[in-house]
């Protein structure tokens, strides 16, 4: 079901777009690059921002060797 922009779900997305550009562009600024993939949600009294393809090489590697693999990166 769309959502438009007056209503609870559209300003609801267009929040989520704007803490989602918001934490990308802080990542970005503050360790030189922005994940592949970011999603953020709203729910409840909860802000959930998730990122994918956002860790080096070094902590990739650092993950899997303290047997967290490939779930993580």
Not at 2 to 26: D, Q
Not at 46 to 58: C, E, H, N, P, T
């Amino acid at each position: 079901m769309p959502s438009e922009p007056g209503t609870v779900l559209g300003r609801k997305g267009l929040i989520e777009s704007a803490i989602t550009s918001a934490m990308v562009h802080y990542q970005a600024e503050l360790i030189g690059h922005g994940p592949t993939e970011a999603r953020t949600y709203i729910l409840e009294d909860m802000v959930i921002v998730r990122f994918k393809g956002s860790l080096s090489r070094v902590e990739q590697r650092l993950a899997e060797l303290a047997g967290l693999g490939k779930a993580v990166a």
